[in-house]
């Protein structure tokens, strides 16, 4: 999982085991127009949940991918004017995870930097035409209700700045772990309020038991969620999967998960756990097209130069960014998922 992805903080936009950065704020081009008519949202409009799909201001079922940032107090520096535009219009990209971690040196270092971080993000995604999903990346500790209030003032600044915005999702626990569903449905009915109160329409997204894996990780499956679901309406489920470290007992789990519960793939690499060793592209291969037959949407862990297997770009690229676009920039695993983000969406016109 995002697991063992962090290092030492320098304060607001340092990198583990490298300078700071400081690098202004730059708007694109398209900055306060609505969506372009032929952008994933221009094309899509509000999302809803109908049934167990993700469906558009039509009512027509979708698949969004796109890609996941890593960690904003490590890596903000890799996402700038140039990289978001190659996002967007080269690697064709329908979505944008914003992950605001609460601890390790996230959030709670600094809740007006990350508040203001995250907005700032959401922005630039929005002028490109991209959905977003704000991400609470609570990992250690895997209870969500440790981080209840912080969650509360984190969600209750975001969508009060966001709440017109037709682009957003809101991912409230990234990945609980050592605590019982009840638990994490109990956190769920006290923070989804806390949302509608203010923004009423988006799709909120939940994150499952034992590191968003429908609790197979912790040795149970998707049938706890199935049988005791949350009490709201406009929800998804996230699951979570490494390839290389999750094989077919986990592929099964989705498989099913999906036929009985909107599901969301808010994380998922190539690599084992951890992110890291060698990537297993053929097992990979097989979650995409099962996540495809079900139009499952998904993000990619990550869009940074980390050094390690998962992170798509060369490790030093964001430090000395040249051009962002085609794949001389990328390390194998963003050569891979670049060009399957870039297949063609099959988003319904009618």
Known sequence: MAAALGGALLLTTAVPNGPAHARPDQRSATAGRSAAADTPVGINGQLKVCGTKLCNSRGNPIQLRGMSTHGTQWYPHCLTSGSLD????????????VSTYVQEGGYETNPRHFTNLANSL????????MYVIVDWHMLTPGDPHANLSKARQ????IANRNKDKNNILYEIANEPSGVSWSRIKSYAEQIIPTIRAIDSDAPVLVGTRAWSSF???EGAN????????????????????YADSHRDEYLATLSRAADALPVFVTEFGTQNYAGEGENDFAMSQRYLDLMASKKISWANWNFSDDHRTGAVFKTGTCDNPGSWVGTAPLKPAGVWIRDRIRTPDTFPVG
């Open 154 to 157: 984190f969600f209750t600044d």
């Open 215 to 217: 609790g197979v990780s």
């Open 86 to 97: 190659a996002l967007a219009q080269d690697w064709k990209a329908d979505v944008l995870r």
């Open 222 to 241: 998707e049938s706890e969620v199935v049988n005791n679901p949350v009490r709201a309406s406009n929800i998804m489920y996230t699951f979570h999967f």
């Open 122 to 129: 959401i922005q630039q995604a929005t002028d490109r035409g």
